[in-house]
């Protein structure tokens, strides 16, 4: 009986029930759709790094405090026995998807045809396992990874430079690559310094001193410097096979992307050290798990090795994800107080307009706890309402949205993410928005609806 | 209809029993002020008297004489500020608000001067109404409603809302629903002042008619005294007090 009465309320004040339902609903909606978009963000800039940099990364103890300043001392002095004792671990086989080496390396490179030299940071990976983490999709989100661009051929010595690094050096049109101009008069400046002169000279340009010969295969030619752990300059000699864009604009002026043993040759001069090992999973969810049998394995093995998760490494994705999740708990403060406003407001109203009719209920034997049952569930039907709304207009207009295909590039990464508002495909998330919804409703009636239990009833029968 | 009647006047006796003249109410120096901006406003002063089961007893008096607060305080919907209230034999003065409200569920019915149906129930689904409050299947609160809606007359619109009947008609909704419950005590405050002369005449016949086949006791306010059949009991208030 106490549904009925709500539920006929409602429909005798439908202007009224409909705009409170319409509040709850929008606010719903505007939850549901930003979260839907927090969601994705959670999913695709997670799924890009770890496309990138695998679910985890292996360390020397030290490293990632100290490695900073002085990386040569924090490398894994041979990765390849790391590796096979992480891959003789029976269960853990089946739950790593890609276990690869990386040298992370920097130094100076130089192209002979334009004379530009400038700093590089490169990164030093097996390409056709670095190729095969790109392909990763372990949420099935459909986020299709970019081809890296290197040769899988181990011997290759072509590398792939940042779009900045390019322009840099000068190379984009040798490249064609599209939206990238050359510097006009690139380096001109440099030339007044004698000694960046020599240094240019010895790395850009100078092949003869260095006794390395470009190869003719027409793709521009690089010289890459850089220091070995003995502190020795060395210098290789490679090939620019493309240049793509990467996320933070400081790196993409200055990377390299080169074949393992091209970085292995110009720094470790062939010894088997590397910066670290990055091991991708196949189901992101037991990243943990792996992470803790990966850590007893190299201890077991007296190895001076730490795994670390990417988020660990690099705090871009919680940053981004802290930044979104506090974006989207703001708005939906705001939401929901405007929803506690209306409902306040709503509920406040009816009351007035049925003290007679409360104080007849009281007079009838009710007691108090019954007369706010009554008013708490015309709220909670109304919030209902509204979460029955906002789920279906979330569920159609984030399938807009998604069939419209929007390009967003989130700021991790180079390249932009297919916008994917994911309401459904969450439904802990959209539950949760729900529930809150008819929550706050119920809740926003409660001090009204108190005052109305609490009416005296002779001076609610004396009412008009 | 009757097997209900016979389990009212059992529980009845469990609590009337041993007193010789069953005695539904009795006021002792009931003093009943309302506070008006800090003024005083005495609606009762020391009002003592009593109000025989089974009988219907008419409450007179010039308007503002304080009828109204007797009734309130007859059917716990207010307290006195002095003095003792007995219903049924029970002293129910100090009974709280969750207490009155089971007291008023099981004993009282009320019938107000504009009727106070709710608008959005149907006149069956009214005369329910006041039944949540009983321990009863739903199927048997239906068949109660429908039965005494019969009894006054209105068995063919039950489904119709009290916004598609007349005054008269709604009335006859309003004494139905107090009575549905089986009530020891109903309680009318000018329930014929809102009908005309030959509406408000058959409102009080079928009270009368009610209250001799349920044996109820019902206590009704007015100030139209040519309503007032001969013989029956009346209780005068002026100014406050009984006269
Ligand atoms: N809620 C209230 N607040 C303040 N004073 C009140 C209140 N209700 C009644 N009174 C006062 O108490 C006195 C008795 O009022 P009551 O309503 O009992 O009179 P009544 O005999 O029922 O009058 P009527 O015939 O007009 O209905 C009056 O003086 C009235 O002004
Ligand atoms: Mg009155």
Known sequence: MIWKIAFRNLVKNARRSVTTALAIGVGGLAALLLGGFVTSIWYGVQTSMIQDQGNLQIYRNGYLEFGAANPEAYTIPDWQAAIDVIRADAALAAEIAVITPRIDLSGVAGNAATGNSKTFIGQGVVAADLAKMRQWDGWNIGEAGLPTGLPEDPASEEVVVGLGMARMLGVCEALAVPDCKDAPEAGAGREADPSAAEYTGLVAGDADLAGITAGGTGQPQLNLMAATTEGVPNIIAVRIAAAKAQAVRALDNAFVLLPFDQARALVFDGSPEATTIMVQIQDPDRADAVKARIQTLLGEAGMDLSAYHFTEVDPTFTRIFGMFAFIFAVVSAVLALVIVFTIFNTVSMTVVERVKEIGTIRAMGFRRGFVGRLFLAESALTGLFGAALALALGVGLSRMVNSAGVQWTPPSNATPLTVRLMVLENPTFAISVLLFLVVIAVLAAVLPTFRAARLNIVQSLQRG | ?243
């Not at chain 2, 003249?21 to 005495?42: G, H, I, M, S, W």
């Not at chain 2, 709280?96 to 008023?104: K, N, S, V, W």
């Not at chain 2, 008619?209 to 309503?227: D, W």
């Open chain 2, 1 to 243: 209809m009757n097997q209900h009647i016979e389990a009212a006047q059992l529980d009845g006796q469990t609590i009337t029993a041993g007193s010789a003249a069953p005695c539904a109410a009795r006021f002792e120096a009931v003093t009943k002020d309302y506070r008006l901006d800090k003024v005083k406003v005495r609606a009762l002063t020391e009002v003592s008297c009593t109000i025989l089961a089974g009988t219907t007893t008419f409450i007179t008096g010039p308007s503002g004489s304080g009828k109204s607060t007797f009734l309130n305080i007859l059917g716990l919907v207010d307290r006195p500020d002095a003095g003792r209230l007995e219903l049924f034999g029970a002293d129910v003065t100090g009974l709280g608000d969750a207490a009155a409200a089971d007291f008023r569920a099981r004993n009282i019915g009320f019938i107000f001067q504009s009727f106070n149906l709710i608008p959005v129930l149907s006149l069956r689904e009214n005369v329910e109404f006041p039944l949540l409050r009983q321990p009863m299947s739903g199927r048997a609160r239906r068949d109660r409603a429908a039965a005494y809606l019969e009894a006054v007359g209105l068995g063919g619109l039950m489904d119709r809302r009290p916004g598609e009947i007349s005054g008269g008609q709604r009335q006859r909704v309003a004494v139905a629903r107090a009575l549905a419950p089986e009530p020891r005590l109903i309680v009318a405050d000018e329930p014929t002042a809102n009908l005309d002369t030959r509406t408000s005449r058959e409102i009080v016949a079928l009270l009368a008619r009610m209250q001799a086949e349920f044996n109820t006791t019902v206590v009704i306010c007015t100030h139209e005294t040519q309503l007032i059949p001969p013989h029956s009991p009346v209780i005068e208030i002026i100014d406050g007090r009984v006269v």
